[in-house]
């Protein structure tokens, strides 16, 4: 099956200051690759997504960026603010013709104001 | 107004018993999903379901069953609770086919005793 590893497992940075959270997966044959962010006793809430025929893609302050050669991929935030903490989770399909997502094990970001 | 709602919110009971969690989306979505989440944030796969198929991950162990009285539904049964069920549980619905995004419930933080 489809295994994804998320690093680093926590990461803190200034306000202001840009974070980068970066993920691998195993199957070729992913094509989708969401991003959550979880507040602290809520739900996971999908942020940004890409699918493989796209390299890149941004919303505002957060972009997503695809290798599928080297099957990985990468959200990046920039001009963080304290209500970026959370945790991130990136997922990917678990394989050709499924629908069922394996995530990775999440990013606890933190935002020093 | 809530898209994909659970009940109960939290859950504190005893081992050995038999427990439900409820689940409905009103997004008119074909898939849903159940999610486990441990104490250290990992969400798991445990099932997903449309009208067609249930696919079981296999380490799930047959004491859960989902149960499905329709598109907009899918219960979580638990039977001979144990301390290791302890976890957040968390209910998701997509649209299906590759690469929907997920909508998740609020979770309901199953504890036991």
């Known amino acids: 099956g489809e295994n994804v590893e998320q690093h680093p497992s926590t990461l803190s940075v200034q306000e202001g200051d840009s974070a980068v959270i970066k993920c691998t997966y195993s199957?070729?044959?992913?094509?989708?690759f969401p991003w959550y962010k979880q507040e602290l006793g809520k739900r996971p809430q999908l942020i940004i997504d890409i699918r493989s025929n796209v390299g890149e893609k941004k919303d505002q302050r957060i972009a997503v960026t695809l290798n599928k050669t080297a099957k990985h991929f990468s959200l990046h935030i920039t001009e963080t603010q304290p209500e970026d903490s959370a945790v991130y989770f990136c997922?990917?399909?678990?394989?050709?013709?499924?629908?069922?997502?394996?995530f990775g094990k999440g990013t606890k970001l933190s935002v020093i104001p | 107004d809530t898209a994909v709602s659970q009940t109960p919110k939290y859950l504190v009971t005893q081992m050995g018993n038999d427990k439900s969690i409820k689940c409905e989306q009103n997004?008119?979505?074909?898939?849903m999903y159940w999610y486990k989440q441990d104490s250290k944030k990992f969400l798991k796969i445990m099932f997903s379901?449309?009208?067609?198929?249930?696919?079981i991950n296999e380490t799930v162990p047959n004491r859960f069953s989902p149960k499905s009285p329709d598109k907009a539904h899918l219960n979580l049964h638990i039977n001979s609770l144990e301390l290791g069920d302890s976890a957040v549980y968390f209910c998701?619905?997509?649209?299906?086919?590759?690469?929907?995004?997920?909508?998740f419930g609020s979770g309901t933080r199953l504890t036991v005793v």
């Open positions: 379901y449309n009208n067609k198929e249930l696919i």
């Open positions: 199957d070729s044959a992913s094509n989708y």
């Open positions: 997004l008119g979505h074909d898939t």
């Open positions: 998701a619905s997509s649209r299906g086919g590759i690469g929907g995004g997920y909508t």
């Open positions: 997922a990917a399909i678990v394989g050709a013709g499924s629908y069922q997502l394996t």
